[in-house]
């Protein structure tokens, strides 16, 4: 007997193209008419690429046709313009997107694999921009290895308003969320997939922001469902994508990019992390490699936004919870680097 939840599992089968998360989870099927064995589907989608709905398409009634006992098949693609409605990036889903109450500007820091430093730069450029003057708060998206409580010095737990809305931590002029503050640093955080998407949703729609001028995402490493949760669901103003100088980082880095591209999220720019090492007596070890953030960027056709070194001073920084951002420009290289890079970031987005 044809229903509509075998007709559902049967568009299971049908991917988002250049993702292995399929158009039932990205909720991309709106509507399921059925009489008798025939079937009616609309799909509903945001894109610019027109490759992307006749792929759907084609999919869709392939994946329908294999269903036993059906009868005419129709499959209806609504296409809408990522450009149409809120403003900030596009998404994969169909025009479920929406912005935060009381936010501007939101950017995610993004790279395609772990190691490189994307914390550091996300908590250093969330310092750099509340020094300069703005109101700055960053959301720690990465429930298994969180660690803003450490780089910010607090070990405070959050407490709810009476709307049941989270209040974030400040620390250091800015306002914190992550999954760090909520439990302690030998408690793994287990979750699978639709948990994960869960918690990442309390934490951008449940916690009390306020009126902020920038949320920048710290996003988990990789291409996964919370980084597609974000994009999906949430107005993006772009992305900064972190890498290290040499090609092991790099061919990552652009899964990254690759992925932002295909859902219509601006690259505002790429950051080159532990891009030399500088000894005592003033000379540059390139440790990691030379140029390869610069290459990167020129292959995106985006700034380089900069290019922050690795030092011992940054790492003991970020033991003791003060953010090496908080320093003067004179006092230390990278903590002018991540001030050079917000002053840019700001530029772009003005």
């Known amino acids: 007997m044809i229903t509509e939840e075998s007709i559902r599992e049967a568009l299971t089968q049908v991917k988002y193209p250049g993702f292995s998360r399929d158009i039932v989870a990205f909720g991309l099927v709106k509507e399921i008419k059925l009489v008798g064995a025939d079937v009616e589907v609309t799909i509903s989608m945001q894109t610019k690429d027109a490759k992307v709905p006749e792929q759907i398409f084609k999919d869709a009634q392939d994946a329908l046709n294999k269903v036993e006992g059906i009868g005419v098949t129709r499959v209806n693609i609504d296409v809408k313009n990522p450009d149409a409605g809120v403003q900030g990036g596009g998404d994969a889903g169909g025009g479920g997107k929406s912005a935060i109450p009381g936010v501007k500007k939101v950017i995610a820091v993004g790279s395609g694999k772990g190691g490189v430093g994307k914390s550091t730069v996300s908590s250093n450029l969330a310092v750099a921009l509340a020094k300069a003057g703005y109101k700055v708060g960053l959301c720690d998206c990465d429930l298994y290895g969180p660690s803003t409580a450490q780089m910010f010095g607090t070990d405070q737990q959050p407490m709810a308003n009476e709307k049941d809305e989270i209040i974030p931590i400040q620390a250091h002029g800015v306002k914190l969320m992550s999954m760090s503050f909520l439990v302690n640093d030998s408690s793994p955080v287990i979750v699978r997939g639709p948990l994960a998407t869960r918690y990442t949703q309390q934490f951008l729609r449940q916690v009390e922001w306020g009126e902020l001028d920038y949320l920048i995402l710290d996003l988990p490493p990789g291409t996964g469902d919370i980084q597609l949760t ?37 690259i505002l720019g790429v950051v080159e992390n532990m891009s030399w090492f500088e000894c005592a007596h003033g000379e540059r070890y390139p440790i990691f490699g030379d140029g390869g953030g610069v290459r990167e960027a020129e292959r995106l056709k985006v700034p380089l936004l900069g290019q922050v070194p690795i030092d011992v001073h940054t790492r003991e920084c970020a033991d003791r919870g003060t953010p090496v951002a908080l320093m003067d420009a004179g006092e230390s290289v990278t903590s002018g680097a991540f001030g050079e890079i917000a002053e840019r970031l700001n530029g772009i987005l003005k």
């Open 230 to 266: 974000i994009v999906q669901t949430l107005a993006l103003d772009g992305a900064v994508i972190v890498t290290t100088p040499q090609e092991v980082a790099l061919i990552d880095a652009r899964k990254a990019a690759t992925m932002f591209a295909k859902v219509n999220v601006d």
